[in-house]
């Protein structure tokens, strides 16, 4: 069986696009959660907090003839993207053109400003904003397909719009690829533009936070006094390749991937079941060949709402027991939906590499819902380690489990 290796990163989050940055942050005490003044004349609207990328500019990072088929969505996708190829030295190398290489990613939604132009035709009969790019902007496939036009890639595409798991998958997806022979390079993760309409999804199911008067601490997971989830933005993208076509051209690993599990609870729409959350863990162990006590680190989906915070630590203990340390990164950016898997994967393998792995933020008080674990709580800590596991779940019941290897 091919070995598969993750041979660069990028990504962007409210906190920075660097993890050197990102880290002094976390240490300081950041977390990237604000007011949204923006979202005020949202009058049917909870919340009013969220995980912003204020300081990137998606408008001016391309030229207008580029990004014209581009929403914020899929400018992050192909941004990450960049620091990911970059890191790899694969920018130009002409691989990327040669059918072995491709792409799997996704976000929850495409851009959703072209949604307002064709609910606007819907109404009025009149076309209004609609061009013909209104529509590559909105799709599904708006992220993976503008990386792969950006660098010319050949090979196969995959589209991973599952909500909460669209980076996770479209990492695990990546990886069956290339072990499978069926490609030598992915580029795989998950993207997610800032819009109130996703706030309002949560708002409606009374899971978002309404801490508007503390916006820095308003995301709380596994918090006794958590009151919700706290919508954020992001993007990741990780290089996946066949290890012997690394080694070849000379790239250096930064860690390899050996194991990926994905299953359905089958039962609930919006209510998640510890039991086939445990199950799919132990799918990704089986398939990494590794016993549970083999993992030093859990980097949990921790969304800070209610039902799933308790239903996942449940799940954790039952894999792995109480000692295995845990957190959660949706303190610090909030709830990135279709990006968290992808940041959470990326960061997990920089915090491994570094030894050095934050506290969950604002985890003051552990529900006492939520199973016996080892939260890191208060400061980070440091942990010599050689494997993680970064687990996701979504909407539909839709579970991932993704484990990655030190080198």
Same mark, same amino acid.
């Given at each position: 069986?091919?070995?598969?290796?993750?041979?660069?990163?990028? +990504?962007?989050?409210?906190?920075?696009?660097?993890?050197?940055?990102?880290?002094?942050?976390?240490?300081?005490?950041?977390?990237?959660?604000?007011?949204?003044?923006?979202?005020?004349?949202?009058?049917?609207?909870?919340?009013? &907090?969220?995980?912003?990328?204020?300081?990137?500019?998606?408008?001016?990072?391309?030229?207008?003839?580029?990004t014209r088929s581009?929403?914020? &969505?899929?400018?992050?996708?192909? *941004?990450?993207?960049?620091?990911?190829?970059? *890191?790899?030295?694969?920018?130009?190398?002409?691989?990327? *053109?040669? +059918?072995?290489?491709?792409?799997?990613? +996704?976000?929850?939604?495409?851009?959703?400003?072209?949604?307002?132009?064709?609910?606007?035709?819907?109404?009025?009969?009149?076309?209004?904003?609609?061009?013909?790019?209104?529509?590559?902007?909105?799709?599904?496939?708006?992220?993976?397909?503008?990386?792969?036009?950006?660098?010319?890639?050949?090979?196969?595409?995959?589209?991973?719009?599952?909500?909460?798991?669209?980076?996770?998958?479209?990492?695990?997806?990546?990886?069956?690829?290339?072990?499978?022979?069926?490609?030598?390079?992915?580029?795989?993760?998950?993207?997610?533009?800032?819009?109130?309409?996703?706030?309002?999804?949560?708002?409606?199911?009374?899971?978002?936070?309404?801490?508007?008067?503390?916006?820095?601490?308003?995301?709380?997971?596994?918090?006794?006094?958590?009151?919700?989830?706290?919508? +954020?933005?992001?993007?990741?993208?990780?290089?996946?390749?066949?290890?012997?076509?690394?080694?070849?051209?000379?790239?250096?690993?930064?860690?390899?991937? &050996?194991?990926?599990?994905?299953?359905?609870?089958?039962?609930?729409?919006?209510?998640?079941?510890?039991?086939? *959350?445990? @199950?799919?863990?132990?799918?990704?162990?089986?398939?990494?060949? @590794?016993?549970?006590?083999?993992?030093?680190?859990?980097?949990?989906?921790?969304?800070?709402?209610?039902?799933?915070? &308790?239903?996942?630590?449940?799940?954790?203990?039952?894999?792995?027991?109480?000692?295995?340390?845990?957190?959660?990164?949706?303190?610090?950016?909030?709830?990135?939906l279709g990006a968290?898997?992808? @940041?959470?994967?990326?960061?997990?393998?920089?915090?491994?590499?570094?030894?050095?792995?934050?506290?969950?933020?604002?985890?003051?008080?552990?529900?006492?819902?939520?199973?016996?674990?080892?939260?890191?709580?208060?400061?980070?800590?440091?942990?010599?380690?050689?494997?993680?596991?970064?687990?996701?779940?979504?909407?539909?019941g839709l579970n991932?489990?993704?484990?990655?290897?030190?080198?």
């Amino acid at each position: 069986m091919r070995r598969v290796v993750v041979t660069g990163m990028g +990504g962007l989050t409210a906190l920075g696009g660097a993890w050197s940055d990102i880290r002094k942050r976390m240490e300081a005490g950041e977390t990237g959660t604000r007011y949204m003044t923006e979202w005020e004349r949202l009058v049917d609207l909870n919340t009013r &907090v969220a995980g912003a990328i204020d300081w990137f500019d998606h408008t001016s990072v391309y030229p207008r003839k580029k990004t014209r088929s581009m929403g914020r &969505v899929a400018v992050l996708s192909l *941004q990450a993207a960049e620091k990911a190829l970059g *890191q790899a030295g694969l920018i130009d190398d002409p691989v990327l *053109q040669s +059918g072995r290489a491709g792409v799997s990613c +996704g976000s929850s939604f495409g851009a959703t400003e072209p949604v307002i132009d064709f609910a606007h035709f819907m109404e009025t009969g009149k076309a209004g904003n609609l061009n013909a790019t209104s529509y590559i902007r909105m799709m599904s496939h708006t992220a993976p397909v503008n990386i792969a036009i950006a660098f010319g890639m050949t090979g196969r595409v995959i589209t991973t719009s599952s909500a909460c798991t669209s980076g996770s998958a479209g990492i695990g997806y990546a990886y069956e690829t290339v072990k499978d022979g069926r490609a030598d390079i992915m580029v795989a993760g998950g993207a997610e533009q800032l819009c109130p309409t996703m706030a309002v999804v949560f708002d409606t199911l009374f899971a978002t936070s309404t801490r508007n008067d503390e916006p820095k601490t308003a995301s709380r997971p596994f918090d006794k006094s958590r009151d919700g989830l706290v919508i +954020g933005e992001g993007a990741a993208m990780l290089v996946l390749e066949e290890y012997e076509h690394a080694k070849a051209r000379g790239a250096a690993p930064l860690a390899e991937i &050996v194991g990926f599990g994905a299953n359905s609870d089958g039962a609930h729409i919006t209510e998640p079941r510890a039991e086939t *959350q445990a @199950i799919v863990m132990r799918l990704a162990l089986k398939d990494a060949g @590794i016993a549970p006590d083999n993992i030093g680190f859990i980097s949990g989906h921790g969304t800070a709402t209610d039902k799933g915070d &308790v239903s996942e630590t449940i799940a954790s203990h039952d894999v792995f027991g109480s000692k295995v340390p845990i957190n959660s990164l949706k303190g610090h950016f909030g709830h990135t939906l279709g990006a968290c898997g992808a @940041i959470e994967a990326w960061l997990s393998i920089a915090m491994m590499r570094d030894k050095w792995f934050p506290a969950t933020a604002n985890l003051a008080d552990v529900d006492p819902r939520c199973a016996e674990l080892d939260y890191i709580m208060g400061e980070g800590r440091t942990l010599d380690i050689e494997h993680v596991v970064s687990n996701n779940f979504a909407f539909g019941g839709l579970n991932t489990s993704l484990i990655f290897r030190a080198i």
